[in-house]
């Protein structure tokens, strides 16, 4: 066989073993042995021709050929000139052109045959199609995941598993140390089962598909007397690790793995806590994240917990009434009791106080400075209030600290200990503010409300984007842009006050003193979906696999993350 014929692609040894093609029946039993002969010496001398003379040979071939032997070989090309790119080209770029589909697309080409559903199955694809969806709205499918989701490097989102006994240890525990060993990560999960999990998940939002399980607290470790029911004070969640947690009157903290009530099974049980931890004192507010849990007391006094192992790391006292509001952000803490705020530096082991509101502080928001460009001379020619309040100017590395809670309906921006903007625009009292990190995509939406720009803009790019939603007694939903002061949007629906909110980046969840419970778009403004309730809703709380709601006390979760659902 010559050079030319072992190049191509239909003799390529490799490739041999992987065609699927029926082979032509060239037995020469049949024939003499001087036909036999002859035949082998044509094929023998085509096979060894150079491409010129084989061309020169078929074409006189096909001129000799009369209609049905034409035919026959129309037919028996369709089959022999298509070419598995797959098997031919590198696998890098089969990767390449294969990562220009969809992910319905890919789960079509997968059934074409092994080597195709390999390479169709690759990790890298599917990696690339959910950071794709993070943050964003994708124009095709319609869906996204929320920013504060975390891959975790393609494995399975963590699982609470029951604590350990306690060791004695002479080392100092941290309260912002890494998590220990009892919250870990089983087993590897692939980037396509992440995603079609999300899939399902995000397709039960719109279709407002999901199973309602009620949440029933155990009996209290320490039962007291004096309690009549078991009410809950406050909850929490983290989003991107399925874990709530929901304080009681019984001076107990559930920790719940909402994961686990998101199998698959016929008969999905609700929600029980994996870990219950007891609190010296009556709580009034809480929030964790993946290390440390911070609880707010009536007793003016702020805990500190690894919620993993249940110990109480710190006690911090410095405030002069119950604790109303708190939030934390890395090595920032702000409290709020009273009138006052108090920021605790857990870096500096430093805290200063806040003076400014009228009324008990209901709501906190900590950011880092670099967020907002909140400079004084750029605050000084913009707003006329808050240049009058910028003596001395705050420094460079300050935190930003919002809050509300004033009847008045203001909400103040603070750079360290200096009040730099009031946000005004509520009828009513605030009851609670919310951080919104948005993505490009979101931002450049048509539905959604350009920026202001107070000043030409400049060579180098500004401080990010950064969104403030709060939630009123006046029956209103604002969505604010803190970096330029500015109101974006209105959202009107609610027929009373607004007790809650919560949010993933892409909806909101609101709920209501009017018994109803509303999603929101957050690209669009528009109510996507209301359901009347039999009571007023007190809490809400958003994880990735649905949503967990306080209702007359009673918790209760949504589970959007079963795959089979009830409308």
């Not at 319905?104 to 690339?128: E, F, H, N, P, Y």
Request: proline share 7%.
């Amino acid at each position: 066989m010559t050079l030319t014929s072992e190049r191509c692609y239909r003799h390529r040894p490799d490739i041999v073993k992987k065609r699927h093609e029926t082979p032509f029946d060239l037995s020469l039993d049949h024939l003499s042995s001087v036909d036999s002969a002859s035949i082998e010496h044509i094929w023998s001398l085509f096979a060894a021709s150079p491409q010129k003379q084989r061309q020169l040979v078929l074409q006189g071939i096909l001129t000799l050929c009369c209609m049905p032997q034409l035919s026959f070989i129309h037919e028996s090309l369709q089959p022999l000139l298509r070419i598995d790119f797959v098997m031919v080209l590198p696998r890098h770029v089969s990767l390449q052109i294969f990562s220009y589909l969809d992910a319905i697309s890919l789960c079509r080409v997968a059934q074409v045959s092994r080597s195709w559903s390999t390479l169709a199955s690759d990790k890298q694809l599917w990696q690339g199609l959910c950071e794709q969806h993070i943050g964003k709205l994708c124009p095709r499918c319609g869906w996204g995941l929320s920013r504060t989701t975390s891959l975790r490097n393609s494995r399975r989102l963590p699982l609470l598993v029951p604590p350990t006994k306690k060791r004695k240890t002479s080392r100092t525990v941290s309260p912002f140390s890494n998590p220990p060993s009892t919250f870990h990560d089983p087993h590897p999960s692939s980037w396509k089962t992440l995603y079609r999990d999300r899939m399902l998940i995000e397709k039960n939002w719109r279709q407002h598909r999901y199973l309602e399980l009620p949440i029933t607290p155990l009996s209290p470790l320490q039962p007291d007397d004096t309690l009549t029911e078991n009410g809950v004070i406050c909850m929490a969640s983290c989003h991107h690790l399925g874990v709530c947690m929901i304080g009681y009157h019984d001076r107990t903290v559930h920790i719940l793995d909402l994961t686990y009530s998101s199998s698959t099974s016929s008969s999905p049980a609700a929600p029980q806590p994996h870990q219950i931890l007891t609190m010296p004192a009556t709580m009034t507010s809480l929030q964790f994240d993946e290390s440390k849990l911070v609880v707010g007391h009536a007793d003016h006094a702020i805990t500190l917990w690894d919620w993993h192992q249940g110990i109480m790391i710190r006690r911090l006292v410095g405030h002069h009434g119950p604790i109303t509001s708190l939030c934390h952000e890395k090595n920032l803490l702000a409290t709020g009791a009273s009138q006052t705020i108090r920021v605790w530096d857990f870096s500096t082991g430093q805290s200063f106080l806040l003076h400014g509101h009228q009324q008990p502080v209901r709501t906190l928001a900590v950011l880092p400075s670099s967020f907002l460009g909140l400079d004084h001379d750029v605050l000084a020619h913009s707003d006329p209030f808050s240049a009058s309040l910028l003596a001395p100017p705050p420094a460079a590395k300050d935190p930003v600290i919002v809050s509300a809670g004033d009847d008045d309906g203001c909400i103040r921006v603070w750079k360290g200990s200096t009040c730099v903007r009031l946000l005004s625009g509520h009828q009513a009292a605030v009851e609670k503010i919310l951080v919104v990190h948005p993505s490009t995509l979101l931002l450049d939406s048509p539905d959604f409300p350009p920026v202001q720009e107070r000043h030409p803009p400049a060579s180098n790019p500004g401080p990010p984007r950064v969104l403030l939603l709060s939630c009123s007694a006046d029956h209103t939903l604002r969505l604010w842009d803190l970096t330029t002061g500015q109101c974006l949007r209105t959202m009107f629906g609610h027929m009373d006050h607004i007790t809650c909110m919560a949010s993933d980046g892409l909806r909101v969840v609101t709920g209501s003193k009017d018994c109803s419970l509303r999603v929101w778009s957050l690209a669009t403004g528009q109510c996507l979906y209301s359901r009347q309730l039999d009571h007023a809703v007190n809490d809400v709380a958003l994880s990735w696999t649905g949503l967990l709601l306080s209702i007359n006390d009673t918790a209760h979760f949504w589970n959007y993350a079963h795959s089979t659902m009830a409308p």
